[in-house]
């Protein structure tokens, strides 16, 4: 198991790459109907639903989970768990408009279970920016959960 100064060291404070990304039209409108949502067309404003602030955050940290996972030293005996997520939505997403995505890692802490077992929490604090304008739309904070030695 990796040892917590060591994880510490690697991820509290790491810059992700980050990157640029869209909300197309054809994929807001699978989500609507994936989530029983009204059709983006109909709203006036053209806003995405909210859980695009989520999509955007999770597609634009820059790593994909496994390459967070391997930042944070999981190994094959680890189990990943997805925990707290923290949305604050400043504007709505629009369909169809480009969004610049920044995310940086920490804190990392460790915790032990109730049944004795590890748990490294490691937090993502994502910024989700109008790519036209440089207003935000909002932030997120997804903590991961690295159960350490768990079958």
């Not at 100064?5 to 609507?32: F, K, M």
Request: glycine residues 12%; aromatic residues 4%; contains cysteine.
């Amino acid at each position: 198991m990796i040892e917590l100064a060591e994880l510490r060291a690697g991820l509290d404070g790491r810059e992700l790459p980050g990157g640029e990304l869209a909300v197309p039209a054809y994929e807001s409108a699978l989500a609507d109907h994936a989530l029983l949502a009204g059709p983006a067309a109909e709203d006036p404003d053209g806003a995405a639903h909210p859980l695009w602030l989520l999509i955007l955050a999770m597609r634009g940290m820059g790593v994909t989970v496994d390459e967070l996972c391997a930042l944070a030293g999981k190994c094959a005996e680890d189990t990943l768990l997805f925990g707290n997520c923290s949305l604050s939505q400043v504007r709505p997403v629009e369909v169809g408009g480009t969004y610049r995505v920044s995310a940086t890692v920490g804190p990392v802490n460790r915790k032990t279970s109730r049944s004795g077992g590890v748990l490294d929490i490691v937090a993502v604090w994502v910024t989700i920016r109008s790519a036209d304008t440089g207003e935000p739309a909002g932030t997120v904070v997804n903590e991961f959960i690295f159960k350490r030695g768990a079958t």
